[in-house]
């Protein structure tokens, strides 16, 4: 039997970031913040602050307890410094789940001015997807493209846990000039068209935190929109 | 650059089941339902019905991409069985996240009869957790068990996604012959006191589906719920 640590709540999340910071180091694994070059892997200096990238990771593990997470998130130049502007500015985050929606502190964000939005449930959403034969979540995506195009001036990150198809929709309006949104987290989980979704999106000059291969999820997209918020 | 596969929206998790289903036999994980006793997991035969078993596990599986949950989903004796009639028969559940109660199918919970509560996020739970130190997990199984007390004809399922201190408040009241569920999901995610939690309500007789070690979250718990509910 395991042993139940005496720790105070207030305790928990700051023991538990330790523990990853710990796990990192003694198993070794290169991750993208790294100052030390021999454990740095490519690309590391490129992401922007160093210290916010580490939070970044941090957090996806903290929220997954998986230690993949330090070697297969992506970050495009200065991602993790656009990010923080754009949260910082005020901008508005459309996601593809409500999970997602629930698991961002709205209440941090709406004190910088942003507001969260998911299209997802929304009804008519759900009837266009069927009559048209395409996903809800490419609908909710044409949906934040009319969200964006009737306030323009309002900066928009699009926060994909679930749903490739999103992050295609994305990638074809971006392609076409209709919709290109100021920031891509593009953690959609599973098995059809989410490793080849990402490499799309990672293709264009859109800035983005990206997690590599099938995994990722409402709760990593969540994590990485409030290590960002926790920074502020 | 991997290629976008042409698949019409319907057919989508249907494809990642079938993709999930040969990667588990391609790469020979032992498997807690299988029916080929060379590849079957120690108890494979006592958790009930291996169908749905299986489609516990593929949905854990299909919500993280990650195909430890083949290996690490732990099931009481006929838990599949138990905790498929106990939502036939309307039983509430509790759990220690929103994002679980958003990610759980509560059109076909209610029509089934139950309902789904968190009380994570109430005024009154964080307040009386800041007063007596103690995590608001740990508050909120408390107002759990005081739902119960207050119709303890109602069966209720605990579907744990996050906090070990919410097992480990579970296990003391049990202990304690204060309040015991009829069903525990428990798949907090973390690294502290997130295995022992586990092995805590494991050693109990309280019917159960754990994953053990340090993984699990909301979209797990959730996950489980629809697997047993999509059964009905």
Known sequence: MSTIEAIRPEEIEKRSFEIIEETIKAQGIPVPFSSDEDNAAEGSCRAGDRVLCRKIVYRCIHTTADFDYASTLRFSDNSVDIIQRLLRDGADIVTDTNMALTGI????????GGRVYCFMADEDVAAEAKKRGVTRACVAMERAASLHKSNPDKSMILAIGNAPTALMSLHKMHSEGIFTPDFVIGVPVGF??????KE???????????NEGNKGGSPVAAAIVNAVLYSL
């Open 192 to 197: 059809v068209n989410v490793v080849a979704s």
């Open 200 to 210: 799309l999106i990672m293709s264009t000059d859109i800035p983005y935190i990206i």
């Open 105 to 112: 502190n709205k209440k941090k964000l709406e004190t910088l």
